[in-house]
């Protein structure tokens, strides 16, 4: 089980490029969920996916777009970067209506806006 | 406005202490509350997980404390290691139908040989 893996590791885009940063699951989960962690905030959630098919806005989802393409995927688009999107990003998984709907992180991608 | 506060923001120990770190909270409706360990570069990894019922909870040397009429918990590790050098991030759960995170800013703690 290689748990929540995400791609890239780390990139650096000029302001006004586009990228996709790509997450993906192997438990089995239902929901899933991109956040941002900048210094001396707590993370934030960017967008989530409830469920395959569904999409919401989280608290700060300017600039990006999002995309569940199966239950496995949830990628994260910004289509034309800003230096403010320099940030630590987390996709997150979690099954839905457990327990302690215990959510399980990648280990993220630095992005880095010039 | 939901809020989670830790304290404190930095603590550097001598490897075999102890220490303690605190979390205050004013999330509602309350769900359960977490305590994320996130090593440098990585993702945050759960420690603990405890709800409105359970007041204490350990997972090895890490012991949570919630006390949900004061809305504060304490995270507690003993007998500390190098490899406890990280930080620690309450987060608490709102029950808003979906299950809404709030995290703290974290506690960076140095464990010093």
């Known amino acids: 089980n290689a748990g929540v893996t995400q791609t890239p590791k780390f990139q650096v885009l000029k302001t006004g490029q586009s990228m996709t940063l790509q997450c993906a699951q192997d438990m089995n989960h239902n929901s899933m969920y991109w956040y941002r962690q900048d210094p001396g905030m707590g993370l934030r959630l960017i967008y989530y996916s409830a469920s395959e098919g569904t999409t919401d806005k989280g608290e700060v989802p300017n600039g990006y777009n999002v995309s569940r393409l199966n239950k496995r995927e949830f990628s994260l688009r910004l289509e034309s970067a800003a230096p403010s999107q320099t940030s630590v990003y987390f996709c997150?998984?979690?099954?839905?209506?457990?327990?302690?709907?215990?959510?399980?992180f990648g280990p993220g991608t630095r992005l880095t806006v010039l | 406005k939901n809020q989670v506060e830790q304290s404190p923001q930095s603590l550097i120990i001598l490897e075999g202490k102890n220490c303690t770190l605190q979390c205050n909270y004013t999330v509602s409706p309350f769900s359960n509350l977490r305590w994320y360990k996130q090593d440098t570069g990585r993702g945050p990894v759960s420690l603990t997980i405890m709800t409105f019922s359970e007041n204490t909870k350990s997972n090895g040397r890490y012991t949570a404390t919630l006390d949900a009429d004061t809305k504060q918990s304490s995270l507690h590790i003993t007998a500390s290691q190098l490899s406890d050098s990280a930080s620690y991030i309450c987060?608490?759960?709102?029950?808003?139908?979906?299950?809404?995170?709030?995290f703290g800013t974290g506690t960076r703690l140095l464990v010093s040989p």
């Open positions: 997150a998984s979690t099954q839905a209506g457990s327990t302690y709907n215990e959510q399980f």
């Open positions: 987060v608490v759960s709102a029950n808003t139908g979906f299950q809404k995170l709030v």
